[in-house]
């Protein structure tokens, strides 16, 4: 792991403004962020049905990073995973910036 470890426990979301947009990746279906709020959704493939993992506080840089990175699932390990406080949050909790809730599956 190349990041430290920030450790800035956050309280479960009840829910996440985030828009969520499909990323071509093998361990990673969706991927959203609230710049705001600095929290980072990652619908991964192997998810529990429903569920999304929601982490914060991540500082805007390391989403563009992640974006940009080759191996998505390699940098969620090395830079993200272990590095940053998360929640599991149900998808229903997602709610689309333009006020329409995420309409994903399982």
Do not use: W
């Not at 990746?25 to 998810?47: E, K, P, T």
Request: charge should be negative.
């Amino acid at each position: 792991m190349h990041s430290p470890i920030v450790h800035q426990p956050h309280r479960k979301p009840d829910h996440v403004c985030v828009r969520m947009q499909p990323v071509e990746s093998q361990s990673i279906r969706r991927l959203g962020y609230n710049a705001d709020s600095q929290q980072l959704v990652i619908h991964f493939y192997d998810s529990l049905p429903g569920l999304r993992t929601v982490y914060a506080p991540v500082p805007s840089e390391i989403y563009e990073q992640l974006c940009a990175s080759d191996a998505m699932g390699r940098y969620v390990d090395e830079h993200i995973r272990y590095a940053y406080d998360f929640a599991l949050v149900k998808e229903e909790a997602l709610i689309d910036p333009d006020g329409a809730r995420e309409a994903g599956t399982g």
